[in-house]
């Protein structure tokens, strides 16, 4: 876990999700998160694709692949971590709805600090009998920190400023993309290290666990082409964040960041073609 153990590292990574959080922020009118009142089953149908449905499939997928037990924990940990911070970017990016994407992130945020813990309860008894656990408490700050506070803070800003917000947002907006982009050529050397280190086994795996998801996604998120983007990729994004949190505070053994890391690389170049696709079709 080596990626995201140096202090100049977490630093740059929690400033980067940070910073890019509030930019999103800025962009979205506290009145389009109302949007999602009159259509309540949408956005049920989106937790129980990002908060069941996707763990479902990990689960089945590494019956069938015979994993190693540390990947395999790596892989489930990934996929019961929802709600990864830059989500809401890519989703946005790629035409998904204005509204439904960044309440189905806030909503997915907050219900991950239940979720989280009873996945890692359920997994825990049921299919390990080991002694891993996580609290609400941890799961709460660290999806506090990254998501509800900056996020929050964006829309409040442009809530009370809009015309200073609709000034900002694109230079925080950039700001946060040279922050991620920095963030990613140091990380890059180590998400490549990991892959190799994880085998072809695990990136088989997480890709099909990707495609699962972002099916599921797709196919929940109702009639509108934008509302299936949002759900798609919020499903098929999981949070490092939070599966290296677990792990660390269960002393996982180094196999199981590598899993870690290999999926989140794996994910995130799988969800590469669906995005295309939904650009041009926005287009």
């Keep these: ?13 929690v400033s980067a999700v940070f910073t890019v ?37 990990a689960v089945a997928v590494v019956q069938l692949f015979h994993l190693p037990r540390w990947l395999e924990i790596g892989l489930l940990l990934m996929a019961i971590s929802p709600g990864a911070p830059v989500a809401l970017r890519r989703s946005l990016g790629a035409g998904g709805h204005r509204s439904f994407a960044p309440t189905l992130q806030l909503s997915v945020a907050v ?30 700050r660290q999806v506090f920190i990254a998501q509800l506070l900056p996020l929050g803070s964006g ?3 442009r809530h009370f400023a809009p015309r200073r917000a609709e000034r900002w947002e694109p230079r925080i907006m950039r700001l946060g993309g040279l922050l991620l ?7 890059g050397v180590e998400l490549v290290s990991s892959v190799l280190r994880a085998g072809p086994q695990l990136v088989m795996a997480s890709a099909v666990v990707t495609v699962l998801a972002i099916t599921a996604g797709h196919l929940l998120g109702g009639p509108y082409g934008d509302t299936r983007t949002a ?21 996982a053994p180094p196999d199981v960041g590598y899993a870690i890391l290999a999926y989140l690389l794996v994910s995130a170049l799988t969800l590469v073609p669906y995005v295309a696709w939904r650009r041009r079709s926005t287009a």
């Design 1 to 13: 876990m080596n990626l995201l153990s140096g202090p100049l590292m977490t630093l740059l990574a």
């Design 111 to 140: 219900l991950a600090v239940i979720a989280v813990p009873a996945w890692v309860a359920i997994l825990n008894r049921y299919y390990y009998g080991g002694q891993a656990w996580v609290g609400p408490g941890p799961v709460a």
């Design 155 to 157: 829309i409040a800003f």
């Design 231 to 251: 759900l798609a990729i919020g499903s098929a994004a999981r949070n490092p964040g939070l599966a290296l949190m677990v792990a660390t505070l269960n002393s």
């Design 21 to 57: 959080m509030v930019a999103l922020g800025l962009g979205v009118a506290a009145r389009e998160l109302l949007w999602v009142r009159e259509r309540p089953a949408l956005l049920v149908r989106g937790l129980v694709s990002v908060l069941v449905a996707v763990p479902l499939f």
């Design 181 to 187: 982009l920095v963030f990613l050529v140091f990380a």
